[in-house]
C-alpha cells in the first residue's frame, strides 16, 4: 500500500498533494430488551486525495476502494485548479517523519468471534434488566472497529498506523404510568476487546437511574448557583471554550477573533484549559492529526487569560503560530478540519463538599447526555441533577438544560475543584456534518455563581 | 453486483435481499463569501441480509469481492435471534421524479456561478457570508430472492447559506437551506435571500424577553422541536417496544383538529421522494396524523413482520447495518394565516426562528426545554427586537393539542415541510 501511494504521489502534477487511505473492520452488536437487534460485522475502505497550487484552492476526492489512486489525484488537481484564490493558501512547516506507529490493540478485536460479543452484551445488558420491574425497555450496544490509516503528502512525509476503538452504551427506559425516564451510560476507549470487562456496574448505574427519575420532580427554572459534576464540566468546556478556539472560523472572521484575542481576559486566575491530543490512554489521542502533524498538548486559557488556539497547517499559517497537530477527519470520507481531541479544565484547589458548603439553594447538575454550542451561545443537558439544600446535596431531580452565553457564563465560574477527572464517555463531537468523531474531556468539579435553568416557568 | 450476491446467497439462506447504492457527489464550499474548495465523492456499497436457520444476518461493505460479504451475513446470523421475516414480492412501482437532467448536467462552473449569484446577494457589510452547494448523482438498487429487481436513480442539489454578524460580544447567526432533486428556481432563491435579510433586520434590535406562560409562534424550522416526538412516537418499532406514547392511540383522537402530518414519498423533486424503499415495497403517502387524529405507524419489512402488518413502504438502509424504519417527506398540513395575521394572535409572546439542542434529552416523552438561538419578542402583533439568553420549554403532545393558528405557507426544510405553527401556554424563560 505504502508503495502505491508514494506512486500516486510523484506521478502528481499539483504543487502540493496529500493522500489518505483506510482500511477498517468493524463490529456491531445492538440488543433492545430481551431481543437481539442485530449483530453484525462491516468492512469499509476508500481514500481521501487533496491537491493544492499556486493562486488556487482545495481540490478534494475521496472515494472508496483503492483501484485508480492516479486518476483520483489527477480529479482532485483539476478541481483545484477551478479555483481560483486572491489572497494565496500556505502550510505551516510540520516535522518530516516517516513513521510505522502500532496502537496497543489491547485484544485485538478483530480476531474475536462474532458469537463472543454477543454474549458479552447479553450478560451486561441482563444487569440492566434485573435492577427493576419498572424497567420496561433497554438498549444496549457494543461496537469495536481497527482502523488501518496511511498518510502521505508530496513533502515527503509517509505514516502508517493502525487506530483501535470500542465503545459500550447503555440506555435503560423506566416506566410508572405515564412517566417515562431514560437513564444512559456510555463508555469510549481508543483500546481493544480486554478493556470492555468488568462494566456491569456501568449498566446496573444506568438502570437505577432512570428508576430514581420517576419520582424525581422537575427543578422550578430560572437562575440558580450549579456545581457542574466533572462530566458535565469537561464537556461545558468542550462545548464552548474548546470550540471557540478552533482556529477556522477565527481566521475566517476577523470580530469573532477578538471574542478569542490572546491576552484577554475571559475567567477567574485558577482557570486552566487545554487540548492535549498526545494525553496517554484517552480516547480523543493519536500520534499524529490527518496532515500528518504530531499531536500535542495546547494550553488554551492560563490563569484566566486566553493564551492559544487550535490549529491545522493552513490556519496556523495564516496566524503565524505553530500547527496544534488538531486536523482531524472522521474518516476517509471527509476532509481534516480543526477538531478537538482530548479537552480540558486543569484542577483547582479543594473537595467537593467545599464547593457546595455555602449553597443555599442551588442546582447539582450531573453527567451530560447533550451539549451544543452556536459561537457565543450555548446548551448542556445534564442526565440528571439534584437540588442542593443548605451546602448538602438533596433530593434528584429531572435532567437540566443549562445555557447561556459564554463569556458571561466564564465570568461566573466562582469556585474550581481539585478533584480533576477524564470523562471516559462513548458518543462523540460533531462539525460540519463529521459525527461522532471520537474526543474526550476532563475536569475537575466547578461552581458557576449563576446560570440559567430551563424548566417549568416559576 | 447484488443480482450474483443474491445467486449465492441463497445457497445458504431461505430468503434473503440486497441493496446496492451508488452516488456522486461534488460539493462547493464558500467562505467568507468566496469559492474555497471544491470536492467530490464517490461512493459504492452493498448491504447484504439473510435469513438462515430462521435466523436473520446483516453484512455491508464498500469493498469488491463477494465472499466477506457473504461469510459476514452469514456469522452474523449465527448470532442473531431467531426471526421471521416476510419480504415482499414484486410490485408495480408509482411513478414520481427522483432524478432531473438540469441537476445531472450541471457542471462545476455552472454550480459556482449559482453559489457566487447567492454570495454576491447576500454579501453585507460587516457580515461573513458561508456558503455549501452539493450536487449528488446516485442510482438506488434493490433486490431480493422473492424476485424483486427494481432501480433508480436520484438527483440532488442542496444550497446552505450562513450569515454570521458579530456585536460586541453577541454572534448573530442566521441560516437557511434549499434541497430538492433539481437545481433550485431563481424564485426560491430569492426568498431565501430576502428571508435571511428580513430576519437580519430584525435581529438589529434587542428587547427583553417575557416570563411565564406565553403563546409561542414557531417558525417551520424551530417547529421541529414540537414535531420531533410524534414522530418518533410514530415509528411502529418504538410502538412495539411499548415506549411510544401513542402506542394504542391509533385512530384515536389526541392532537388540535387543525394538526395532520403526513409522509409523502411521492412528491415530484422533493430530496426524500422515492418510487420504493430499500427494501422494494411500492412507495405510498401516508398519514400519521389526520385532523388531530392518529392513523398510522411506519414500518420495515422486520418490524411489520413482529407486528403482523403489511409494511407501508418505509425501509432505509445504509451500507452498513441493517434497514430501519425512516421517514421520506414529512409534511404538516398548511393554515389559513398570513404573517401578519400568525403574529396577530400574540400579545405578548415569542417568534422562534430557531432553537439549540432539538433532539437532545428524552425527546420522545414530548417534554423540552431547549435554549432559543434566534427568537424575537412580540408585542401586540409586532416585533419588537431579538430576545437573548432565553428558553422555551413544555409538552409537545399538549401544546400540539393548543393550536392558535397555521400558516398558510409551507416551507421546506430539507425532506420537512411544515408552516408557521402558533400554540398557547409555552413556558418561557428569560435572560
Known amino acids: 500500500m505504502k508503495q502505491q501511494l508514494s506512486d500516486a504521489l510523484r506521478a502528481s502534477r499539483a504543487d502540493y498533494t496529500e493522500i489518505r487511505l483506510e482500511r477498517s473492520w468493524s463490529s456491531t452488536v445492538a440488543l433492545r430488551g430481551r431481543r ?74 478483530r480476531g474475536i468471534p462474532l458469537d463472543q460479543k454477543v454474549a458479552l452484551l447479553v ?23 481497527v482502523t488501518e490509516w ?21 440506555v435503560a427506559v423506566a416506566r410508572e404510568g405515564d412517566i417515562i425516564e431514560r437513564g444512559l451510560e456510555s463508555l469510549g476507549l481508543r483500546r481493544g476487546w480486554l478493556s470492555v470487562h468488568g462494566r456491569e456496574g456501568m449498566f446496573r448505574q444506568a438502570a437505577e437511574r432512570a428508576v430514581d427519575l420517576l419520582k424525581a420532580p422537575r427543578a422550578p427554572g430560572g437562575r440558580y448557583p450549579v456545581v457542574l459534576d466533572p462530566r458535565l464540566a469537561g464537556v461545558f468546556i468542550h462545548e464552548s471554550i474548546g470550540h ?81 497537530g488538531n486536523a482531524r477527519a472522521l474518516s476517509f470520507r471527509y476532509p481534516p478540519i480543526v477538531r478537538l481531541t482530548n479537552t480540558y479544565i486543569a484542577n483547582g484547589r479543594g473537595s467537593f463538599d467545599d464547593l457546595i458548603r455555602d449553597i443555599k439553594l442551588g442546582i447539582y447538575a450531573c453527567d451530560a447526555t447533550g451539549g451544543r454550542s452556536h459561537l457565543e451561545d450555548f446548551s448542556l443537558t445534564s442526565g440528571y441533577a439534584h437540588m442542593i439544600r443548605n451546602g448538602k446535596v438533596a433530593e434528584m431531580v429531572k435532567p437540566v438544560t443549562l445555557a447561556g452565553k459564554l463569556f458571561e457564563t466564564l465570568e461566573r465560574i466562582e469556585r474550581i475543584g481539585g478533584d480533576f477527572r477524564w470523562n471516559e464517555m462513548g458518543g462523540g463531537c460533531g462539525k460540519n456534518g463529521q459525527v461522532p468523531l471520537a474526543v474526550s474531556e476532563g475536569a475537575p468539579h466547578v461552581r458557576l455563581s449563576e446560570i440559567l435553568v430551563g424548566g417549568d416557568a416559576r | 453486483m447484488i443480482g450474483a450476491l443474491l445467486a449465492r446467497a441463497i445457497r445458504m ?19 467568507g463569501g468566496r469559492l474555497k474548495q471544491v470536492g467530490w465523492a464517490q461512493e459504492r456499497g452493498v448491504n447484504l441480509r439473510i435469513l438462515a436457520e430462521g435466523r436473520l444476518g446483516v453484512a455491508g461493505s464498500t469493498g469488491d469481492e463477494l465472499e466477506p460479504l457473504l461469510e459476514g451475513a452469514l456469522a452474523s446470523a449465527r448470532s442473531g435471534e431467531p426471526a421471521e421475516l416476510v419480504l415482499p414480492a414484486p410490485a408495480p412501482l408509482p411513478s414520481v421524479i427522483t432524478h432531473y437532467v438540469g441537476a445531472a448536467s450541471a457542471t462545476v462552473a455552472t454550480l459556482t456561478d449559482l453559489g457566487r449569484g447567492l454570495a454576491d446577494r447576500l454579501m453585507l457589510d460587516d457580515c461573513q457570508v458561508n456558503l455549501t452547494v452539493e450536487r449528488s448523482l446516485g442510482i438506488v438498487r434493490v433486490a431480493n430472492t422473492r424476485g424483486i429487481e427494481a432501480a433508480y436513480e436520484v438527483s440532488g442539489v442542496s444550497v446552505w447559506a450562513q450569515l454570521v454578524k458579530v456585536v460586541d460580544d453577541q454572534v448573530i447567526v442566521i441560516e437557511d437551506q434549499l434541497a430538492g432533486a433539481d437545481l433550485p428556481e431563481l424564485a426560491d432563491l430569492e426568498r431565501m435571500v430576502s428571508g435571511i435579510q428580513r430576519r437580519l433586520k430584525w435581529a438589529g434590535r434587542t428587547a427583553d424577553a417575557p416570563d411565564g406562560r406565553r403563546p409561542v409562534c414557531f417558525s417551520p424550522r424551530a417547529a421541529q422541536s414540537l414535531l420531533l416526538p410524534v414522530q418518533l412516537a410514530c415509528i411502529g418499532k418504538t410502538a412495539l417496544q411499548g415506549s ?36 422494494g ?22 418490524t411489520a413482520t413482529r407486528a403482523g402488518v403489511t409494511p407501508t413502504g418505509h425501509a432505509r438502509r445504509t451500507t452498513f447495518g441493517k434497514p430501519q424504519p425512516a421517514y421520506t417527506n414529512l409534511v404538516v398540513g398548511a393554515g389559513a394565516l398570513d404573517h401578519s395575521q400568525l403574529l396577530a394572535l400574540i400579545d405578548d409572546g415569542l417568534l422562534v426562528d430557531e432553537l439549540h439542542g432539538v433532539g437532545h434529552g428524552n425527546a420522545i416523552s414530548g417534554a423540552f426545554a431547549y435554549p432559543v438561538a434566534l427568537a424575537y419578542r412580540v408585542v401586540n402583533g409586532e416585533i419588537v427586537g431579538r430576545v437573548n439568553a432565553t428558553q422555551v420549554a413544555g409538552n409537545a403532545y399538549d401544546l400540539l393539542d393548543r393550536i392558535k393558528g397555521l400558516g398558510r405557507e409551507v416551507r421546506w426544510h430539507g425532506s420537512h415541510a411544515a408552516p408557521h405553527i402558533v400554540v398557547d401556554g409555552v413556558a418561557v424563560v428569560g435572560g
Open chain 1, 36 to 109: 437481539i437487534e442485530g449483530a453484525q460485522t462491516a468492512f469499509d475502505c476508500g481514500g481521501f486525495v487533496r491537491c493544492l497550487n499556486r493562486g488556487c484552492g482545495w481540490g478534494a476526492a475521496t472515494f472508496t476502494g483503492f483501484d485508480d489512486l492516479s486518476a483520483m489525484v489527477a480529479r482532485a488537481h483539476e478541481l483545484s485548479l477551478a479555483v481560483r484564490l486572491e489572497q494565496p493558501i500556505r502550510l505551516a512547516e510540520i516535522p518530516l517523519r516517516q513513521d510505522d506507529v502500532r496502537e496497543d490493540l489491547d485484544g485485538d478485536a
Open chain 1, 123 to 145: 450478560g451486561l445488558n441482563n444487569e440492566m434488566l434485573a435492577v427493576d420491574r419498572r424497567i420496561v425497555e433497554t438498549q444496549a450496544a457494543y461496537r469495536d472497529e
Open chain 1, 150 to 170: 496511511w498518510y502521505g503528502n508530496s513533502d515527503g512525509i509517509l505514516l502508517h498506523e493502525l487506530r483501535p476503538e470500542i465503545t459500550l452504551s447503555a
Open chain 1, 244 to 324: 471557540l478556539s478552533e482556529a477556522d472560523f477565527l481566521a475566517e472572521n476577523p470580530a469573532a477573533r477578538t471574542l478569542m484575542k490572546l491576552g484577554r481576559r475571559v475567567g477567574p486566575d485558577d482557570l486552566n484549559v487545554g487540548d492535549d491530543g498526545s494525553a496517554s490512554g484517552r480516547r480523543g489521542t493519536l500520534p499524529y492529526d490527518d496532515e500528518g502533524t504530531p499531536t500535542r498538548n495546547t494550553t488554551l486559557i492560563q490563569n484566566g487569560v486566553v493564551v492559544g488556539r487550535l490549529h491545522n497547517r493552513e490556519t496556523a499559517a495564516r496566524a503565524g503560530e505553530p500547527p496544534t
Open chain 2, 13 to 31: 439462506a431461505t430468503v434473503a435481499d440486497a441493496s446496492e447504492k451508488t452516488d456522486e457527489t461534488v460539493t462547493l464550499r464558500f467562505e
Open chain 2, 244 to 279: 411510544s406514547p401513542l402506542a394504542n392511540r391509533l385512530d384515536q383522537h389526541r392532537f388540535d383538529t387543525a394538526f395532520s402530518l403526513v409522509d409523502d414519498p411521492l412528491l415530484n423533486g422533493r430530496s426524500g421522494s422515492r418510487p420504493m424503499d430499500d427494501e
Open chain 2, 281 to 302: 415495497v411500492p412507495s405510498r403517502r401516508f398519514p400519521l396524523v389526520e385532523g388531530g387524529t392518529v392513523r398510522g405507524f411506519i414500518y420495515d419489512a422486520e
